[in-house]
């Protein structure tokens, strides 16, 4: 369009062409720099007795405001993850009510565990078109004390073949990773294990005894290839974040930390039907969360992996590019995703030892690391983190890029 009409315009007008063009530029690469997280805060994880689901809301809601050091009846949006033990309709409004909130926006998206990224994408949307300045986003849930019905029991024609909860799904993913690239049982281990390593340092943690390989190759059979020790826990929680621009940021209790980037990426499909069966929508995801926030891999210091199971680490890290295809496994054998390591991934535990919450917390622990929040579980150098969210067996995918660093 540039080209074309500046063979039919005058020098005046190519000039101002030429400003608005690099006025959208500039604009562009303020807008992904202008959103921020400025407030954090969970719930006990584990089990909370009494605790209802909309109260583990409420109280890690709360918790994210003192963070912020913001009130309530600031918030003119409530966005929600839906409790995945249930499912309720018109669970953002319930948390609004219960906040004693009448927000301007408000609303539930189900994306399963991608949910998380996918509402911060759309608070930034609508804060970007003037519809709220301070958006609260939570989950809370309690299937370990309340019903955890919706984990245990088959559901439609999928079951007669055996193919009810995630675990047996799941599997079939390892096991076609390990026939594709010779995946073993021990490199899955080292996934837990360093996730373990990580949680010991985490007082919150859900699990934080360690074990050796040993002890996992003794771990009972939940799903071949998946012993316990591959799984995520059943757990009560509640997470929640604030978000706002940089401007209102500057008013606020701590530094902002910066959205530079998001992707979306949905294989959608029922994950037998798919054309490969050991895949993601990673790589789709990442590579448009790199290229929002003009980033590399080279520029990550940590990753928030989602890891219901211990295949999932593997995969993403492949499919964002950290590591060839294949080579996931020799990353965590290696310990280079340890702290301390090229890559330390998932620092406060993750869904594996931290809380089997639907990854709300890694986006938590994400902010805090970026603060430099985590004592001795703090990641040296931090600038730059890579959070990333999936949903359903392999079914939806988001993944998001957070920095302390602001504009360059």
């Known amino acids: 369009y540039f080209i074309a009409s500046f063979c039919y315009s005058s020098a005046l007008e190519q000039i101002i062409k030429v400003i608005l063009l690099l006025w959208g530029c500039l604009t562009m690469k303020n807008l992904r720099n202008r959103y921020c997280i400025v407030g954090v805060g969970n719930t006990a994880y584990g089990k909370n007795p009494g605790v209802s689901q909309v109260a583990h809301n409420i109280l890690a809601i709360r918790s994210a405001l003192e963070d912020a050091g913001l009130e309530a009846k600031q918030l003119d949006g409530i966005l929600t993850k839906a409790p995945t033990s249930t ?3 018109l669970w ?5 009510e219960a906040l004693r909130v009448q927000p301007k926006v408000t609303g539930t998206i189900d994306q399963a565990g991608a949910s998380n990224i996918g509402l911060i994408q759309y608070a930034v949307s609508a804060i970007e078109l003037g519809q709220a300045e301070y958006i609260a986003i939570s989950y809370g849930d309690n299937p370990r004390t309340g019903t955890r019905a919706s984990y245990a029991r088959p559901r439609g024609e999928d079951a007669l073949a055996g193919l009810f909860g995630a675990p047996s799904s799941y599997a079939m993913v390892a096991k076609r990773h390990m026939y594709e690239y010779g995946t073993t049982p021990e490199q899955l281990a080292n ?13 919150g943690a859900q699990f934080q005894e360690l074990f050796t390989l040993e002890e996992y190759l003794a771990s009972r059979w939940v799903a071949e290839p998946f012993r316990l020790l591959d799984c995520c826990p059943v757990s009560d929680g509640g997470a929640a974040y604030i978000i706002t621009t940089e401007e209102n940021a500057k008013e606020l209790n701590k530094d902002p930390i910066y959205i530079e980037g998001i992707g979306q990426g949905h294989p959608s499909w029922d994950f037998f039907r798919r054309p490969e069966l050991a895949t993601s929508g990673a790589a789709i995801a990442g590579k448009m969360a790199f290229d929002s926030a003009q980033m590399t891999t080279d520029d990550v210091d940590f990753c928030e992996i989602y890891d219901c199971f211990t295949i999932v680490p593997l995969i993403s890290l492949e499919e964002y590019g950290f590591v060839k295809k294949g080579e996931g496994g020799s990353f965590y054998e290696e310990k280079r995703t340890h702290l301390g390591g090229e890559l330390p991934c998932n620092t406060s535990g993750g869904l594996l030892s931290e809380t089997g919450m639907p990854g709300t ?3 938590v ?18 600038e730059v983190g890579l959070v990333s969210q999936q949903g359903g067996i392999m079914t939806t995918h988001a993944t998001m890029l957070l920095s302390n660093i602001g504009a360059n």
Not at 191 to 203: K, L
Not at 370 to 376: A, F, I, T
């Open 87 to 89: 499912f309720p309709m």
């Open 92 to 96: 953002g409004p319930k948390i609004a």
């Open 191 to 203: 996934v837990a294990i360093a996730h373990r390593t990580h949680a010991s340092m985490n007082p």
């Open 361 to 363: 917390q890694l986006v």
């Open 365 to 382: 622990e994400a902010v805090r690391q970026l603060r430099g929040e985590c004592e001795n579980r703090q990641v040296e150098g931090a």
